[in-house]
């Protein structure tokens, strides 16, 4: 089991980290594409907004049929079209083609969090998630943050168009991994399937007061049926998980194009300055999921809450400082990262797990990544029209960063408050 455990975390993990690299690249020459082709900033966030759309559209078809064909199937499928898709984005001339290839990559980007997440809930039970979903998580901030280098390097190296295809590569490689050593449950491999060990304690047990639904089953097949108060649960995380994406693609998404425009540096320099927001989330998820276990006794939603009230105590001090020069704006933005990317991981992950349970983990968290989506859509189109009606300022910007942070903090506050009456357990 261990031995096993192992090769499909390692897998998922590398899974995850592959999806970033075809789609990562946009963000990275969007200001040296946009320079060459003669697209504006709106039309930029166009193109991009209909990836998001897809993905947001594509993140609920994930969530529903996941659980019928399997997240082996669904992954291995999803990363081979994402390759195809961003090879043939590099050779795209026309706002047509690239508006058509976006809608693709998003559509079967899509097959990854959910199926990814559904995977590694078969393999570990409640108790370990916390810790374990901590470091596994690290897997969107270091797709992230490597995707981001490499397409970087290309682009000062080759141009805009070759950091598509090195990303593509990238992902083929990671797609042999998946193939050899990613399981959807260990009873694919003649292991019997993961019990928590707390299930086995006697009611009277005094160790099962530290976690009074540690004993319910997690079957992994069967149908998913949830009451109406897992339905409210699952839409408070999904409606906070939208004002966390909103901030975390607007920052993935302009920061690179903020540097280069705002701050004069060159599309290189800005696309490895930027990746400071996701090195900086990297820290703050390992943590949170070792201190959500340690000292929060497995309540993601009250650690979340804690860490989403200083991702809004950062975004102020992004919003007041972070218009004075490229290193207050580096500096702020890796504060960011840092606390905001805790309560995306927690709550996306282990939080995700815990409520849908077995194969209904794949169910949640595809709903829970298809409202957040919506965020992204939003900031897109948003923020691309806001920054040309406002002549290339970035202040206004960064105040609607701070509104998505207010929102999420509302309804993670929320649900903690529900905890506490007994109306939902993250």
């Given at each position: 089991?261990?031995?096993?455990?192992?090769?499909?975390?390692?897998?998922?993990?590398?899974?995850?980290?592959?999806?970033?690299?075809?789609?990562?690249?946009?963000?990275?020459?969007?200001?040296?594409?946009?320079?060459?082709?003669?697209?504006?900033?709106?039309?930029?966030?166009?193109?991009?907004?209909?990836?998001?759309?897809?993905?947001?559209?594509?993140?609920?078809?994930?969530?529903?049929?996941?659980?019928?064909?399997?997240?082996?199937?669904?992954?291995?499928?999803?990363?081979?079209?994402?390759?195809?898709?961003?090879?043939?984005?590099?050779?795209?001339?026309?706002?047509?083609?690239?508006?058509?290839?976006?809608?693709?990559?998003?559509?079967?980007?899509?097959?990854?969090?959910?199926?990814?997440?559904?995977?590694?809930?078969?393999?570990?039970?409640?108790?370990?998630?916390?810790?374990?979903?901590?470091?596994?998580?690290?897997?969107?901030?270091?797709?992230?943050v490597a995707a981001a280098v490499?397409?970087?390097?290309?682009?000062?190296?080759?141009?805009?168009?070759?950091?598509?295809?090195?990303?593509?590569?990238?992902?083929?490689?990671?797609?042999?991994?998946?193939?050899?050593?990613?399981?959807?449950?260990?009873?694919?491999?003649?292991?019997?399937?993961?019990?928590?060990?707390?299930?086995?304690?006697?009611?009277?047990?005094?160790?099962?007061?530290?976690?009074?639904?540690?004993?319910?089953?997690?079957?992994?097949?069967?149908?998913?049926?949830?009451?109406?108060?897992?339905?409210?649960?699952?839409?408070?995380?999904?409606?906070?998980?939208?004002?966390?994406?909103?901030?975390?693609?607007?920052?993935?998404?302009?920061?690179?194009?903020?540097?280069?425009?705002?701050?004069?540096?060159?599309?290189?320099?800005?696309?490895?300055?930027?990746?400071?927001?996701?090195?900086?989330?990297?820290?703050?998820?390992?943590?949170?999921?070792?201190?959500?276990?340690?000292?929060?006794?497995?309540?993601?939603?009250?650690?979340?809450?804690?860490?989403?009230?200083?991702?809004?105590?950062?975004?102020?001090?992004?919003?007041?400082?972070?218009?004075?020069?490229?290193?207050?704006?580096?500096?702020?933005?890796?504060?960011?990262?840092?606390?905001?990317?805790?309560?995306?991981?927690?709550?996306?992950?282990?939080?995700?797990?815990?409520?849908?349970?077995?194969?209904?983990?794949?169910?949640?968290?595809?709903?829970?990544?298809?409202?957040?989506?919506?965020?992204?859509?939003v900031q897109e189109i948003f923020?691309?029209?806001?920054?040309?009606s406002s002549g290339g300022d970035?202040?206004?910007?960064?105040?609607?960063?701070?509104?998505?942070?207010?929102?999420?903090?509302?309804?993670?506050?929320?649900?903690?408050?529900?905890?506490?009456?007994?109306?939902?357990?993250?």
């Open positions: 089991m261990r031995a096993w455990r192992w090769k499909v975390s390692l897998a998922t993990w590398l899974c995850y980290v592959g999806y970033y690299f075809p789609r990562k690249p946009f963000s990275i020459v969007k200001g040296d594409l946009g320079t060459a082709l003669h697209f504006d900033s709106e039309m930029l966030a166009w193109i991009w907004t209909t990836y998001l759309i897809a993905y947001t559209i594509g993140q609920f078809v994930s969530g529903a049929v996941g659980p019928r064909f399997g997240p082996r199937l669904m992954l291995l499928v999803g990363m081979g079209v994402c390759a195809v898709t961003a090879v043939a984005t590099s050779f795209a001339n026309q706002f047509a083609w690239f508006v058509t290839l976006m809608a693709v990559l998003g559509l079967f980007q899509a097959t990854g969090w959910s199926n990814a997440v559904g995977t590694m809930a078969a393999w570990f039970h409640r108790g370990e998630r916390g810790t374990v979903m901590g470091v596994w998580s690290t897997c969107f901030q270091v797709g992230n490499l397409a970087s390097w290309v682009l000062g190296w080759a141009g805009f168009r070759a950091p598509f295809t090195a990303g593509a590569l990238a992902m083929m490689v990671v797609w042999v991994v998946v193939y050899f050593y990613q399981r959807n449950r260990p009873e694919d491999v003649g292991l019997p399937p993961v019990r928590d060990p707390a299930a086995a304690r006697p009611a009277s047990d005094p160790a099962t007061s530290v976690d009074p639904t540690a004993s319910r089953a997690e079957p992994s097949d069967g149908p998913v049926r949830w009451d109406t108060s897992t339905w409210i649960t699952v839409l408070l995380v999904g409606v906070a998980y939208f004002g966390m994406k909103f901030i975390r693609y607007a920052l993935d998404s302009w920061a690179p194009y903020f540097l280069k425009l705002n701050f004069g540096l060159s599309g290189e320099k800005a696309g490895y300055v930027s990746t400071l927001f996701g090195i900086a989330g990297i820290v703050g998820v390992v943590a949170s999921g070792w201190v959500s276990d340690r000292w929060f006794g497995g309540r993601r939603a009250l650690l979340s809450f804690v860490m989403i009230l200083a991702t809004l105590a950062a975004t102020l001090a992004m919003f007041t400082v972070g218009t004075t020069g490229v290193v207050a704006f580096s500096a702020t933005i890796a504060l960011v990262g840092f606390a905001l990317h805790g309560p995306d991981a927690l709550l996306t992950g282990a939080g995700a797990m815990d409520i849908g349970k077995g194969l209904g983990a794949v169910r949640a968290a595809g709903i829970i990544s298809g409202i957040g989506s919506a965020g992204s859509v923020i691309g029209k806001l920054y040309k970035i202040a206004p910007v960064l105040v609607s960063l701070f509104g998505a942070a207010l929102l999420a903090t509302v309804c993670i506050g929320t649900i903690v408050w529900r905890n506490r009456r007994g109306l939902s357990d993250v």
